[in-house]
């Protein structure tokens, strides 16, 4: 099956689960329980100032900033999730330029119409971007990423069993991930597993997505988010993962600690690392990639 044919079914697939979801919907309009929206924005900073230090050290200012938003709307037999995560974090260091230590953007939205016991026939699109260029300190002048470059825009059609309120499952036999690269110099080395000199690369394979929320302890929440992608065409067996952690620690109304981290693999990202520890030569290819931030500032919910 060509892309574009496999592209035009799945385009048809979604827009006539979208009718008849809203179809659905008009009818169930009075069952309708609520709306519900809620959010966490946080922002952490620090500040070192050393002056004839005989210890030693660089003065450094750094800030970070979150913010968690949910809309949803629970139904009878409908289900309507809207989940948006924004991050961004910069480091000064004296005598050295800005720089950036955290940058996201993930938005997903899921539609669901109940199926039968737990499951529900679900639809999902996500995206995830970042909002500035990034480059490869110490080395500010090689820039390894943008704005859109990458994007990921991922659709899916499935089943999702949401199994309680803090813990779901989606599988989807039919999806499609589309990688964006809008910066020429990015598209022109071919980065992100695009060909070279194209913006666009398209995969379409099956996914799987996990979502667990908890209240540990009084006060100390733990969130789990698991996205997994297999290219149906394209070496199926190398899965993709996009796997996030976030451990918070509420000190008072206004005060909490988190801990965050982020585990990604794609067998489509090269990572450049020409020498290993030891000095010696490595052939470049796809890695796994990890991120661990530690907060500690305000945080206030709403």
Known sequence: MGKKKAALILALCLGSF?????????VDTAAVKKWSFNGVGAFNFSQVALSNWNGGGQSAVSGTSLL???LNRVGKRT???????LAYGLQRLEGQNTRKTDDKIDFLSTYGVAA???WYYTSSINFRSQFAPGFNFPNDSVRISNWLAPGYLTGSIGLENKVSDQFTIFISPVTA?????????LSAQGAFGVDPGRMLREEYGGSFR?????KVMENVSFTTQLDLFSNYSENPQNVDVNWTTLVT???????NTSISTTLVYDDDVVIKQDKNNDGALEVNGP??????IFNFGLQYKF
Do not use: G, H, P, W
Request: hydrophobic fraction near 35%; aromatic fraction near 12%.
């Open 18 to 26: 979208i009718c008849r979801s809203q179809t659905m919907d008009v």
């Open 68 to 70: 968690n938003l949910n």
């Open 79 to 85: 289900s309507f999730t809207n989940i948006l995560n």
């Open 116 to 118: 039968f016991n737990k």
């Open 177 to 185: 991930k589309y990688t964006i690269v809008r910066d020429s110099a």
């Open 210 to 214: 996990m979502n667990l929320t908890s």
């Open 249 to 255: 620690f509420k000190v008072n109304k206004y005060i």
């Open 287 to 292: 890695r796994t990639q990890f991120k661990e």
